[in-house]
C-alpha cells in the first residue's frame, strides 16, 4: 500500500497579501468597534467622599458625549433619566464586606417645545437614612447646559456621619442613562443599539476618623 506524503502549505505571494489584507482589515474592524463603544460611553472623574459637618458628602464629574441620535429624539420629545447609585461598604478582614449605606440620585432632562427651554427635574434618595430629597425643576437655554447639571455631582449628602463609626470604607458610584424610563415603543427598538448605552462605574476607598471637618 502506497502513502501519500504530507507537503508543506506553501502560499503564493498573491495569495499571502489577500490573507495578510484580510487580517489587517478584521483588526482595524476590531479597533472600531472598540473604539465607537467607548466614545458611547462614560467616565467618572474626580470622584471623592468628604466628611463635613454632620453628613459624609460625595462629589464626582461625569464626562461623555451625547449621541446626535439621542440629541435628535429628545427635540422630539423623548425625556432622559440619568441614574447615580451609590453603595458604601465597611471593609472587615475576617469577614465578607458589610454594607452600611445605600443612595440613589436621579436626573431628568426632557425639551419643551413652546418655550424652547429644557427643563431640569433633579431629585434624591439617599436609602434609608435621609430620606427623600426633592428640588423644584429648573429651565436651560441650551442642552449643553442642562446637561451639566446631570454631569455633576457636587457635595451629595448620602448619610449621617454619626451613622459610621471610624475605620476603612469602599465607596462604589454607579452612573448610567436609565433606559427602563423610556417609551415602551422605543425601549423595544433599542434592543442592540449601542448608541443609548451611557453608564459607568468608579470604586473610591477612604478612611473615617473621629476629626470632623468644619
Not at 100 to 128: C, K, N
Request: net charge positive; proline share 4%; with cysteine.
Amino acid at each position: 500500500m502506497r502513502f501519500l506524503k504530507k507537503q508543506p502549505l506553501e502560499l503564493s505571494g498573491r495569495t499571502y497579501r489577500l490573507l495578510l489584507g484580510l487580517c489587517v482589515a478584521w483588526l482595524c474592524g476590531l479597533f472600531s468597534a472598540q473604539t465607537f463603544a467607548q466614545a458611547n460611553g462614560a467616565e467618572i472623574q474626580n470622584f471623592k467622599a468628604t466628611r463635613a459637618s454632620q453628613d459624609l458628602m460625595v462629589s464626582a464629574d461625569i464626562k461623555f458625549e451625547l449621541p446626535s441620535t439621542i440629541e435628535e429624539a429628545m427635540y422630539k420629545g423623548v425625556s432622559l433619566t440619568f441614574v447615580s447609585e451609590l453603595e458604601i461598604t465597611r471593609e472587615r478582614w475576617y469577614w465578607l464586606d458589610k454594607t452600611v449605606a445605600t443612595a440613589s440620585r436621579q436626573t431628568r432632562i426632557s425639551y419643551q417645545a413652546l418655550t424652547r427651554r429644557w427643563r431640569v427635574l433633579p431629585w434624591t434618595e439617599s436609602g434609608v437614612v435621609t430620606g427623600l430629597g426633592v428640588q423644584l425643576p429648573q429651565t436651560y437655554e441650551t442642552l449643553t447646559e442642562a446637561l451639566a447639571v446631570a454631569q455633576r455631582i457636587y457635595n451629595w449628602r448620602v448619610t449621617p456621619s454619626s451613622e459610621l463609626s471610624e475605620g476603612a470604607y469602599v465607596t462604589q458610584l454607579r452612573y448610567r442613562l436609565d433606559i427602563s424610563q423610556l417609551p415602551k415603543p422605543l425601549q423595544i427598538g433599542l434592543l442592540g443599539q449601542g448608541d443609548w448605552s451611557i453608564n459607568a462605574t468608579s470604586r473610591q476607598r477612604f478612611q473615617l476618623t473621629e476629626a470632623i471637618a468644619p
